[in-house]
């Protein structure tokens, strides 16, 4: 099939054309008492995590402004790092409204959203860009895609319905840029991938990351299942990477793509050997005592559900 | 065209380039010319940047002229009050008052070939002038312009440009928002977080911030520089001499470079302690490749209570405020634009028409070029200050600066002495001489691969000298005739003087 051809400039003027602010929606609007008190308790630490998700995203983002090889892509992922945190923000904001913040607190995530978020602070920005435009597609389709397609199907408020839809219209765009960078990259020498692969890889920090990144994808699961959901619509999102990614010639020569599609597929058979580790990693993940996480980095604290500031 | 004054010189500008060709055309013993000055005051830049805390970041004994020689500067690195104040003497001191046109703007200048002269059209009633020779002092830090943000119209606020300060505003407790962290913002910001309730900083690109050591001059040193200007002159020398020896690592992409990067980092490290505010003041390129700040008051500026750092994409303007791309809507009394100048790389700043009716602008679309900066083939008698490829990246502009007038000043001495028609630059000359410019410039830091107000869209850097200013200097030292079509006047252009001045 075709190469995913995109014009990046195109992209760039379309995403400028479409932002949107805090301001645009009224967080007042009648439908927060769709919220059952039974719901409420379910929903309160999923859009915890959600909130923090996107922020693994934004982390991404922010390290690959810095590798793209052109100021076009350097400056579509300035926007992406800020619209993630503007999805974090809308999050925050929807919580506000369904009472789930007490003063200014800003609610923590599970301990793997947290460990991948240390992760990705101390170590994306020395990754390289092949590598981060592998692995960050796939936590953008399962995470993000999955959770978000999660909350317009089971939340009725209207409010909720509004932000999702724009965020959703964000991440297709994300997405979108996702796969025509990854087939961009395929277009590398085999030896210069196979170079960086390595590279990535026999970094003793690397190790690190896979810890935090396996149990994450079977916490997210079941953090699904505890809402009551099926746990198909993660597979489902988890697939779409593999999907998305085969109709390329270019991303299938990815070495980290063919890695990062083979773990998706594990993750999607629970029959596989590959959930006895998965599954052990979060429980002991689960025992990891607080005071050995490291302190939120500065910028966790530049979420706000305020529209104005 | 009737009633038309004929000048020896048009002197279009009269800012530090306009005032020194003046000085120096008096000292030639030319004192039939005019500066024509669009405004109400002299001095160009530093009469319309008057913003709190303007002040130049190169050392006040190398800012200025070496004929007219300031021993009285009150510290290394003078702030803009003392610069005009300079710039007024100058003119005080060479009586160049008498020379000067208030509120004349010029709206473009065509050259006559028959008559040897060139047409100065001025706005509104003045009355037309026609010049042997004009020198286009107008200066490239002369156009300040409101940058193009979605929605600056809907802005409720309060606005103000850098280089266009409101002295009648009242910033204390104020909130603020400042768009720009070049040059004129590192200057502003500290002084602004002293008075106004918030500040908040746009950032687009951080640059390499330097430590600027910035001390009051000792009495004894002004004394001393009164009595004896030697001494003076000495530490002039020792100055430029300083500055060139930076250019290894600032003109030239050299390992010398990471010398001067590891001082930015560790002004860096010093003066900021938090990772993330760290990381976003870091630069993704060469020191050198954008003009380098020179600052110690930014950073801790930016870590005041008071004060924040903001790196989102601007979205747009709305009528309270700035929204930036993580959908937040930063609310503000008043935005400080500290975003330059419309610096002109392509096109020209008024309309010039050359011989045979050509039009520089359209020659120009491209990215500008002349011969040594200076002078353009097919635009004979005229002569640019700070033309294309005459800008410093480590050193003073007034050395560069000195060095066009001087060469200018000559030029205009022989059209005068030898009576010519025309001085007009050999286009193979021209090109030659272009070709080594460009050629290299690719070595530079400039063209090292950022996006900067050097650089044309396409990548054409019409703006910088790639090399010392030594090297500038010494290849204007003289004027090679041979470079030029020399075309003396006869009987027909003197008649045709006549005719096209009554």
Known sequence: MAAIAMDFEDMLRKIKDRQWALADIDWDGPGAETITPELHARLKPFMADLMWIENVGARGFAAMAKKAPTETLREIYRYFHAEEQKHANAELALMRRWGMLEGDEIPQPNVNVKLVIDFLDKYSDDMSLSFLGTVIPMLEVALDGALVKFIMDEIEDPVCQEAFKRINADESRHLAVDFAVMDLLGHAEMRKLLIELVGGWVKPTFLIGVLSYVPLLNKMRDNIVAMGVDENKLYKALERYRNVGERSEFARRLPMYQIVKMHGGWVVNRDHPYHLLADALVKITARVPKRLLRRDPTWAKEITYEPAA | ?502
């Not at chain 2, 990471?258 to 060469?286: I, K, M, S």
């Not at chain 2, 602008?361 to 033309?387: D, M, Q």
């Not at chain 2, 002495?417 to 530079?444: H, P, W």
Request: hydrophobic share 40%; net charge positive.
């Open chain 2, 1 to 502: 065209m009737t009633n038309a004054q004929t000048l020896d010189v048009a002197v279009i500008g009269g800012g530090f380039a306009g005032i020194g060709a003046a000085i120096r055309l008096k000292q030639h013993g030319i004192e039939n010319f005019a500066i024509l000055e669009r405004g109400t005051a002299l001095g160009g830049t530093w009469r319309d940047n008057t913003y709190p805390g303007a002040a130049c970041d190169i050392p006040s004994r190398l800012y200025s002229y070496s004929f007219a020689p300031n021993p009285n500067w009150s510290q290394t690195y003078s702030g803009s009050a003392e610069i005009l104040g300079y710039i007024e003497s100058m003119a005080a001191r060479y009586r160049l008052r008498p020379h000067v046109r208030f509120g004349c703007t010029v709206t473009g200048i065509s050259f006559d070939e028959d008559a040897g002269l060139w047409d100065v059209a001025i706005e509104g009633n003045a009355a037309p002038v026609r010049a042997r020779a004009v020198v286009l002092a107008s200066g490239p830090l002369s156009n300040a312009g409101f940058p193009d943000i979605r929605g600056i119209e809907t802005y409720e606020g309060h606005k103000i440009h850098s280089a266009r300060w409101d002295h009648d505003y009242d910033f204390t407790g104020k909130r603020v928002a400042v768009v720009g962290t070049g040059a004129s913002a590192v200057q502003i910001i500290p002084e602004l977080v002293e008075k106004a309730a918030s500040v908040k900083v746009f950032q687009r690109t951080p640059g390499w911030v330097l430590p600027r050591v910035n001390r009051r001059t000792n009495p004894l040193t002004k004394s001393l520089y009164r009595h004896v200007p030697a001494a003076e002159s000495l530490a002039r020398r020792a100055w430029f001499y300083g500055h060139e020896s930076v250019a290894l690592g600032v003109v030239w992409n050299t390992p010398l470079t990471r010398v001067v990067e590891l001082v930015g980092r560790a002004q860096l490290h010093r003066q900021v302690r938090d990772p993330w505010l760290r990381r976003q003041l870091t630069p993704d390129f060469r020191a050198g490749c954008k003009r380098l700040l020179m600052t110690d008051d930014y950073y801790p500026a930016l870590q005041r209570d008071n004060c924040k750092l903001i790196t989102w994409p601007i979205a747009r303007l709305a009528p309270n405020g700035i929204r930036t791309a993580e959908g937040v809507e930063h609310q503000a009394d008043c935005i400080v634009f500290a975003t330059g100048f419309e610096v002109s790389k392509a096109g020209t700043p008024i309309p010039i028409v050359g011989r045979e009716g050509r039009v520089l602008a359209e020659e120009w679309s491209r990215g500008a070029y002349a011969y040594k900066s200076v002078a353009v083939s097919g635009y004979p008698n005229l002569f640019f200050t700070f033309g294309p490829n005459s800008g410093p990246g480590h050193n003073s502009a007034l050395v560069y600066m000195e060095a066009q007038i001087d060469y200018l000043v000559r030029a205009i001495g022989t059209i005068l002495d030898r009576d010519l028609r025309m001085l007009d630059v050999r286009r193979d000359r021209q090109d030659r001489y272009n070709e080594t410019i460009q050629r290299r410039l690719t070595a530079t830091t400039w063209n090292s691969g950022c996006h900067s107000w050097y650089l044309t869209d396409d990548g054409f850097n019409a703006t910088m000298y790639p090399g010392f200013a030594t090297q500038y200097v010494n290849q204007l030292r003289s004027l090679r005739l041979e470079d030029y079509h020399v075309v003396s006047a006869d009987a027909s252009t003197r008649a045709a003087r006549i005719a096209a001045v009554s």
